[in-house]
């Protein structure tokens, strides 16, 4: 049973870092490809970036480009989102997600696993 687990999310002052982690187990994520999403109160969720598990390459949305960095240590069946230079606007609950597939998508409906979420709340 594929389970992917979230941590790291906290209260952090605008211009503040943090660095979520997602833990994953349950099975090999080779071949698969591994996203970070957020939803804030009253909006859709929307992709925030995403990492090809065998290959390492990244994508990331637009809104953090430049402050946020995915990665994934193999050894560990983690990945990871660094946070830098956090918005007020980047508050949200940062959820882990698992595609079987290597074709990276930002449709969180074409995503096959979810983690419970972690809150991010950036104050001023």
């Known amino acids: 049973q594929v389970q992917l687990v979230e941590s790291g999310g906290g209260l952090v002052q605008a211009g503040g870092s943090l660095r979520l982690s997602c833990a994953a187990s349950g099975r090999t994520f080779s071949g698969y490809v591994m996203g970070w999403f957020r939803q804030a109160p009253g909006k859709e969720r929307e992709f925030v970036a995403a990492i090809w598990w065998n290959g390492g390459s990244t994508y990331y949305a637009d809104s953090v480009k430049g402050r946020f960095t995915i990665s994934r240590d193999n050894a560990k069946n983690t990945v990871y989102l660094q946070m830098n230079s956090l918005k007020l606007e980047d508050t949200a609950v940062y959820y882990c997600?698992?595609?079987?597939?290597?074709?990276?998508?930002?449709?969180?409906?074409?995503?096959?696993?979810w983690g419970q979420g972690t809150q991010v709340t950036v104050s001023s």
């Open positions: 997600a698992a595609r079987r597939s290597v074709v990276v998508t930002t449709t969180p409906n074409e995503y096959d696993y």
